[in-house]
């Protein structure tokens, strides 16, 4: 059974700084396609934030954090990474991260096959 689980999470001020990590227990990243992260704000949809291939490292990032966001991965430790910078009240959300087997940087969340459990981020102005 794979588990993905996100930590890195927390509060900060306006223009600070946070990086995110996802570790998998299971399986090693290596076996999927896509990683990618999400969030969900309180009362909106999920929304995609930046994606990366485990092969060849391509990246995508949504058009809000492009950037200000940097989507990396440690093979070593097995793990995704989000580093996030000049952070807004806006990337306030709870992130997810996912994994896909078969996808690519264009995928929606329906092609993702597992989800984390989410980390908290909190922007104050």
């Known amino acids: 059974q794979v588990q993905l689980e996100e930590s890195g999470g927390g509060s900060v001020q306006t223009g600070g700084s946070l990086r995110l990590s996802c570790a998998a227990s299971?399986?090693?990243?290596?076996?999927?396609?896509?990683l990618g992260w999400f969030r969900q704000a309180p009362g909106k949809e999920r929304e995609f934030v930046a994606a990366?291939?485990?092969?060849?490292?391509?990246?995508r990032y949504a058009v809000s954090v492009k950037g200000r966001f940097t989507i990396s991965r440690d093979n070593a430790k097995n793990a995704v990474l989000l580093q996030m910078n000049s952070l807004k009240p806006e990337d306030t959300a709870v992130y997810y991260c996912?994994?896909?087997?078969?996808?690519?940087?264009?995928?929606?969340?329906?092609?993702?096959?597992?989800w984390g459990q989410g980390t908290q981020v909190t922007v104050s102005s």
């Open positions: 996912a994994a896909a087997r078969d996808g690519s940087l264009y995928s929606g969340s329906s092609t993702y096959d597992y």
């Open positions: 299971g399986r090693t990243f290596s076996s999927f396609d896509i």
């Open positions: 990366i291939t485990w092969s060849g490292g391509g990246r």
